[in-house]
C-alpha cells in the first residue's frame, strides 16, 4: 500500500521553463510534507517542506503547494537550471509518527 | 565541518550470510537513522538510535538490528540475508530525534550497495 505516490518517474523540461513534480497522498494523518533532491551516487538532500496548517512554501527558485483536499502537492522550480537535474522525492510524516514515509522518485532531466 | 560517510560502497554477499554496514555522523550529531532504498522505490525507514539506543524502529523484521558508538558512530547489521535485501541502505544524521521535529535536518549519507545473490 502505497501512501505517497510519485506517479511520473521522470519529467523532461527546457532550461528556463518551470518545472512541476507532483506527488499524491493517501493517509489524512499526514501533516507535513518535505521534498528531498537526489544526485547519482550521493544521499538525498533536503530541499522544501511545508506544513498542514500552510498551502504554500516558498524558497527561492522552489516553491511548494499543498492542496489538502485533493492530497496532492506540487514542487515548482522556476527558472529551471542544468543543475536541478537529479531524482526527486516527496515524503511525508504524521504527528503521531515521525517516521518519513517516502514517495518512489520522480527523474528531472533539464535539458539545455 | 566532516559530512555523513558510509562504508563500504559496495558488498557482494550470499544468502543467509551477515553483513554489517557502518556509518559516521556528521560532527555534533547525536542521531542517525537507517533507511533501505530497493531499486525503483523511495527509502524505507528502518529504525533510529538516539544516544546509543534504539528509539523508533519501522517495520523490519528482528534480524535488521543496529548499534551507536559513543561517538555516535553507528553500525547495521542484517542477518541471514536474503536475496530482497539487495538495496541501496542509507544512513542519516541529525542534531536530535526525529520526533522533535527534525525530519528536514538529517544529513544524509552516499549510501551502500549491498547485493545478495
Known amino acids: 500500500d502505497q501512501q505517497v505516490k510519485q506517479n511520473s518517474p521522470s519529467l523532461s523540461v527546457q532550461e528556463g521553463r518551470i518545472s512541476i513534480l507532483n506527488c499524491d497522498y493517501t493517509n489524512s494523518m499526514f501533516d507535513y510534507f518535505l521534498w528531498y533532491k537526489k544526485y547519482p551516487a550521493e544521499g538525498p538532500t533536503f530541499l522544501i517542506s511545508?506544513?498542514?496548517i500552510k498551502d504554500k512554501n516558498e524558497d527561492g527558485r522552489f516553491t511548494v503547494f499543498l492542496n489538502k483536499s485533493a492530497k496532492h502537492l506540487s514542487l515548482h522550480i522556476v527558472p529551471s537550471q542544468p543543475g536541478d537535474s537529479a531524482v526527486y522525492f516527496c515524503a511525508a510524516s504524521a504527528i503521531s509518527n515521525y517516521q518519513l514515509i517516502w514517495g518512489a522518485g520522480t527523474k528531472l532531466i533539464i535539458k539545455p | 565541518e566532516t559530512g555523513v560517510t558510509q562504508s563500504p560502497t559496495h558488498l557482494i554477499k550470499t544468502r543467509g550470510q551477515q553483513v554489517t554496514l557502518r556509518c559516521s555522523s556528521q560532527?555534533?550529531?547525536?542521531?542517525v537513522s537507517w533507511y533501505q532504498q530497493a531499486l525503483g522505490q523511495g527509502p524505507q525507514f528502518i529504525f533510529q538510535y538516539y544516544r546509543e539506543e534504539e528509539n523508533g524502529r519501522g517495520n523490519f523484521p528482528p534480524r535488521f538490528s543496529g548499534l551507536q558508538f559513543p561517538n555516535y558512530s553507528s553500525e547495521l547489521n542484517v542477518n541471514a540475508l536474503e536475496l530482497d535485501d539487495s538495496a541501496l541502505y542509507l544512513c542519516?544524521?541529525?542534531?536530535?530525534?526525529?520526533?522533535?521535529?527534525?525530519?528536514?535536518?538529517?544529513?544524509f549519507g552516499p549510501g551502500t550497495r549491498l547485493t545478495v545473490l
Open positions: 511545508i506544513s498542514s
Open positions: 560532527s555534533g550529531h547525536n542521531t
Open positions: 542519516a544524521s541529525s542534531f536530535g530525534p526525529l520526533e522533535e521535529g527534525l525530519s528536514d535536518t538529517q544529513y
